[in-house]
């Protein structure tokens, strides 16, 4: 079984900042790219940054310059620094962690999920 849990979600005003952590676990062979996604109300899920096991990152172009994505290959964990955040970065933030696992082999795993809500 392989675990993603995400936690640093919360409310914040308009400007603040929030630090998004996400570490997975269990019968894990290897990580290759990690990322968010995240979700508004009434729209799809969208890529908010990845970056890959080397660590060449992707960030969409909404958040360019305001968020950095790292992560800690030695504790399979990636985090989400997001800087002069604005109230249409509300939305549920997901952790996506493409892995090796040995019961299913590659594999996307995600989180369940973090409430991120910037008030104006």
């Known amino acids: 079984q392989v675990q993603v849990v995400e936690s640093g979600g919360g409310l914040v005003q308009s400007g603040g900042s929030l630090r998004l952590s996400c570490a997975a676990s269990g019968s894990i062979f290897s990580i290759n790219a990690m990322g968010w996604y995240r979700q508004a109300p009434g729209k799809e899920r969208e890529l908010v940054a990845s970056i890959s096991n080397s660590g060449s990152t992707n960030y969409a172009d909404a958040v360019k310059g305001r968020f950095t994505i790292s992560r800690e290959n030695a504790k399979n964990t990636v985090y989400l620094q997001m800087n002069s955040l604005k109230p249409e970065d509300t939305a549920v933030y997901y952790c996506?962690?493409?892995?090796?696992?040995?019961?299913?082999?590659?594999?996307?795993?995600w989180g369940q999920g973090t409430q991120v809500t910037v008030s104006s």
């Open positions: 996506k962690v493409s892995a090796i696992a040995y019961s299913l082999g590659k594999y996307d795993f």
